[in-house]
């Protein structure tokens, strides 16, 4: 029988995502949209004998195609946070699928948060044992918020013991 240590018990465990608001459907269908207005603004020009100008229109819909793909391929970066009263994980996954761990002491950790009076939360980190890791770059400002008060807790609640 494998029994479990009580102190490796998650006490806190995220994932941290960036957030899309244009969903694979909301994109084609937006997709559609630019791609039916200019062909019609590219038939209306090639039909007064501007043809030339038609290419263009075509290229302005790949390129708008091209950042949005790049953006979807950016949301792909996630990070796992997870915190017991012996360990604080965390596990960075880069768009490529590339991932780096960091190991801390919970005890020796600091959680350190920068903020601005308007803006709210700008950067937050873990710190100790001569390292320092940022985490929930890409998090909205709200979500930086909730974030740093769950996190924050679940820290102090592992440091008390």
Request: charged fraction near 20%.
């Amino acid at each position: 029988m494998h029994e479990t240590n009580a102190a490796d018990e998650p006490i806190f465990s995220a994932l941290l995502t960036p957030h899309r608001s244009l969903g694979p459907r909301g994109f084609a269908i937006l997709m559609g949209i630019i791609g039916t207005i200019s062909f019609s603004i590219g038939l209306l020009f090639w039909s007064i004998g501007a043809w030339p100008i038609v290419g263009f229109f075509g290229l302005d819909v790949l390129l708008i195609y091209g950042a949005f793909r790049m953006n979807y391929r950016a949301a792909r970066a996630r990070e796992e946070v997870s915190v017991s009263r012996t360990r604080l994980d965390i596990r960075k996954f880069a768009p490529s699928g590339r991932s780096e761990s960091h190991q801390f002491n919970p005890f020796w950790a600091k959680f350190a948060v920068s903020r601005h009076e308007e803006i709210g939360i700008t950067r937050m980190a873990v710190e100790g044992q001569g390292r320092n890791v940022t985490i929930g770059s890409f998090l909205n400002p709200d979500d930086r918020e909730s974030f740093a008060t769950a996190f924050g807790r679940a820290l102090a609640t592992a440091k008390a013991g």
